[in-house]
């Protein structure tokens, strides 16, 4: 017998829209990997959160429940306390998905990891970051493992990184530092082969962290006149680590761009042009990002999810990026 499979949508009645999840459910249902007879989707809104008819929903011990989450409002700490309530100590069948940004800043991060960790054993916590679920990531960690095993993936062999991400949208480009380029620097810089070992992606962020003490890096604004805003970030982390000192990982972010990009390029000294990584060619899959992602949810893998603790270095790098951001942004204007 199949499990049965009961998605909670939260947030305002037009989520699901905006996260596209709609269209990616179908994809799943097309290609087998759940069953329209095993599955159901609520929408929930502030009203009917903890309606008697969703209580009986909640206490179906035999169901795989999922918390789809885009935020974590005092609604949504009393819906998690609800369904507690209601399924006593039967916990293990419960998964939360949560779609980044996590959290509004910093603080509001630790919060929802606080709060969440009360209810929730850390795997069963799916952070969603679509860039992870592109077959670019796996081209990237291919790329690695080939030239590590020739002993090429180090200073000796690589002048530079660049990543490139930028949309047509109109937003912040600093959430594309955090959702994107720093995520992608953690496989170019570990030593695994993948992205499996929570602790080497730790240590990896933890030597990005590291890096703002050595006065090296460097992030700037470019500003758009006529939106009188700004649009384009530019910025250098330069590694402080015997593998990786002296090579320079170039960040690009943009928001408002004539073209959309989404590129990782790696300048070998020995080639003449450098490697490109095009992840807008989401190549040789069946299924898209988003449909990767919830399959692997669905199966309990974690490996293109982050941990609590990763969310949070991200979060505390960020920091450090708009420290340089708005040190350079007031350079600029007292030069002026």
């Known amino acids: 017998m199949k499990t049965k499979r009961i998605f ?18 179908n994809e799943l249902f097309e290609n087998g990997i ?4 095993d599955f159901e989707l609520i929408q929930l809104d502030s009203e009917n959160l903890i309606s008697t008819d969703i209580s009986k929903k909640h206490m179906m011990e035999d169901a795989e429940l999922y918390l789809y989450l885009t935020e974590l409002s005092e609604s949504v700490e009393k819906l998690i306390k609800h369904i507690f309530f209601c399924r006593g100590i039967v916990q293990n069948n419960i998964k939360v998905i949560l779609e980044s940004p996590y959290g509004k800043d910093y603080e509001d991060m630790v919060r929802m990891n606080h709060f969440l960790g009360k ?21 990237l960690l291919d790329l690695k493992n080939k030239e590590s095993i020739n002993g090429r993936w180090n200073k000796d062999y690589i002048e530079e990184f660049q990543f490139i991400f930028t949309e047509k949208e109109t937003g912040n480009p600093e959430k594309i530092l955090q959702t994107h380029i720093l995520q992608l620097m953690i496989p170019c810089i570990t030593d695994e082969p993948d992205l499996e070992d929570e602790g ?3 240590n990896a962020l933890e030597t990005i962290l590291d890096s703002f003490n050595t006065g090296m890096n460097s992030f700037e604004y470019k500003r758009n006149s006529e939106l009188k805003k700004e649009i384009l970030i530019y910025g250098k982390i330069s590694i402080d680590s015997g593998r990786w000192r002296g090579v320079d990982f170039r960040l690009t972010a943009g928001k408002c761009m004539p073209e959309k990009r989404a590129e990782v390029h ?6 003449q042009h450098p490697v ?3 992840f807008l060619k989401n190549e040789n899959r069946e299924l898209s990002v988003y449909a990767t992602l919830l ?13 609590a ?4 270095l991200l979060w505390k790098i960020q920091n450090n990026i708009k420290k340089l951001l708005d040190k350079n942004f007031m350079e600029n204007r007292n030069n002026q």
Not at 34 to 37: A, D, G, L, Q, V
Not at 295 to 307: E, H, I, N, P
Not at 309 to 312: F, Q, W
């Open 8 to 25: 909670l949508l939260t947030g305002n009645k037009d989520i699901g829209v905006k996260a596209n999840l709609y269209p990616v459910i």
């Open 34 to 37: 759940i069953s329209r007879n």
């Open 119 to 139: 209810y929730f054993d850390d795997n069963q916590i799916f952070r969603i970051e679509h860039c992870l679920g592109n077959t670019g990531t796996d081209r």
């Open 200 to 202: 080497e992606k730790i």
């Open 266 to 271: 790696i300048k070998f000294k020995n080639l």
């Open 276 to 278: 490109i990584i095009d």
């Open 295 to 307: 399959k692997d949810c669905f199966a309990g893998k974690k490996q293109r999810f982050l941990s």
């Open 309 to 312: 603790e990763e969310a949070e």
